[in-house]
């Protein structure tokens, strides 16, 4: 059983930051990509920032230079750092990892962002 668990979401002003946590724990037998997605009302599932196995990392254009993504895989978790937030930004944020001797990805339950004034 391999749980995913995103924290860290709330409710922020434009132009301020907050920091998202997705830990995940169980039976993960080979940790590969961590990813960070986000989804708005009405709109689509999007790819915000992910750490490829081998170290990569790749951004939306969209959060590229504001929005930072790490990963500590002693302890499988990742974290987005995310900065100067703007209204467009308000979504539900799901964490995915994968475990990559089995090709399967886990999905968080997602975390609220919201940028309002």
């Known amino acids: 059983q391999v749980q995913v668990v995103e924290s860290g979401g709330g409710l922020v002003q434009p132009g301020g930051s907050l920091r998202l946590s997705c830990a995940a724990s169980?039976?993960?037998?080979?940790?590969?990509?961590m990813a960070w997605y986000r989804q708005a009302p009405g709109k689509q599932r999007e790819l915000v920032a992910r750490?490829?196995?081998?170290?990569?990392?790749n951004y939306s254009d969209s959060v590229k230079g504001r929005f930072f993504i790490s990963v500590d895989k002693a302890k499988m978790t990742s974290y987005l750092q995310m900065n100067s937030l703007n209204p467009d930004d308000t979504a539900a944020y799901y964490c995915?990892?994968?475990?990559?001797?089995?090709?399967?990805?886990?999905w968080g339950q997602g975390t609220q962002v919201t940028v309002s004034s």
């Open positions: 750490v490829t196995r081998r170290g990569d990392i």
């Open positions: 169980g039976a993960i037998y080979s940790l590969g990509a």
């Open positions: 995915k990892v994968q475990d990559f001797r089995i090709m399967t990805d886990y």
